[in-house]
């Protein structure tokens, strides 16, 4: 089961970024700069969900939004 806090999976993308050496392109409060949606919440659209959830924030670079898939890292 999916968790989706928008606080916990900001910090949580954060900690992943700095443990890994990695750079963060996520947006630092989550709103994509393209969609205006938080990319750390949970959106249904019927036939499928999306949004990044705080386990996949802590185990996964984000690169773009899952929402409109805006890359983050052109």
Request: charge should be positive; charged fraction near 20%; include cysteine.
């Amino acid at each position: 089961m999916a968790t989706f806090n928008v606080k916990e999976a900001t910090i949580a993308q954060y900690q992943y970024c700095k443990k890994k050496g990695f750079p963060h392109f996520a947006p630092r409060g989550g709103l994509c700069w393209r969609c205006n949606q938080n990319i750390y919440t949970e959106i249904d659209h019927g036939t499928h969900k999306t949004g990044i959830s705080v386990e996949k924030a802590s185990s996964e670079l984000v690169t773009g939004c899952p929402h409109c898939h805006r890359s983050y890292c052109d």
